[in-house]
């Protein structure tokens, strides 16, 4: 089992940046492939980044290709996404989320694990 605690999230303005960090607990966190989601007012949770086990394979959702980066760090149990030019609409809740096994996924109902949430607003 895993726990997850997400920071970084804030206000920001229409081009700025944001990194969100994803703690997780636990010795197994290299077992997990890792996602972030968002999920705006009234909408349904979606997918944004996974990331591989290991880091050497990653995929993003059409819209925040060439803007987001995920990565992580497995000695120090943190998957991150680094936001850059940022758009009013990437403003939601984002999550981190841990699934076990090789295989990264797009679909909520892959991932076993979830952390609380942290807010990001963009302001145009």
């Known amino acids: 089992q895993v726990q997850l605690v997400e920071s970084g999230g804030g206000l920001v303005h229409t081009g700025g940046s944001l990194r969100l960090s994803c703690a997780a607990s636990?010795?197994?966190?290299?077992?997990?492939?890792m996602g972030w989601f968002r999920q705006a007012p009234g909408k349904e949770r979606e997918f944004v980044a996974t990331?591989?086990?290991?880091?050497?394979?990653?995929y993003y959702t059409n819209s925040v290709k060439g803007r987001f980066t995920i990565s992580r760090d497995n000695a120090k149990n943190t998957v991150s996404l680094q936001m850059n030019s940022l758009k009013p609409e990437d403003t939601a809740v984002y999550y981190c989320?841990?699934?076990?096994?090789?295989?990264?996924?797009?679909?909520?109902?892959?991932?076993?694990?979830w952390g609380q949430g942290t807010q990001v607003t963009v302001s145009s």
């Open positions: 636990g010795r197994t966190f290299s077992t997990y492939a």
């Open positions: 989320a841990a699934r076990p096994g090789l295989a990264t996924g797009t679909q909520p109902g892959a991932y076993d694990y």
């Open positions: 990331i591989s086990r290991t880091g050497t394979t990653t």
